[in-house]
């Protein structure tokens, strides 16, 4: 969800690849951009959950 108010289309994407397993062509093409702006949108749409959540995920990793 906070992915989502972030920048929605970044939800929708990583949602449609990583969820749902759809092939980056078919994304791409749901969307209506490239598969260059596609993995670019990824990109920042990584960046942001990595430096978002990354302080929990490394506490969750000492607690395993």
């Known amino acids: 969800e906070?992915?989502?108010e972030e920048k929605e289309d970044w939800?929708?994407?990583v949602n449609l690849?990583?969820?749902l397993g759809k092939p980056h062509?078919?994304?791409a093409d749901e969307l209506g951009?490239?598969?260059?702006?596609l993995y670019s949108l990824v990109y920042r749409a990584k960046?942001?959950?990595r430096k978002t959540y990354e302080e929990k995920y490394e506490e969750?990793?000492?607690r395993s």
């Open 2 to 4: 906070s992915l989502k």
């Open 25 to 27: 062509e078919v994304v």
């Open 17 to 19: 690849l990583y969820c």
């Open 60 to 62: 969750i990793m000492k």
């Open 33 to 37: 951009i490239s598969k260059d702006a």
């Open 47 to 49: 960046k942001w959950i």
């Open 11 to 13: 939800y929708t994407a």
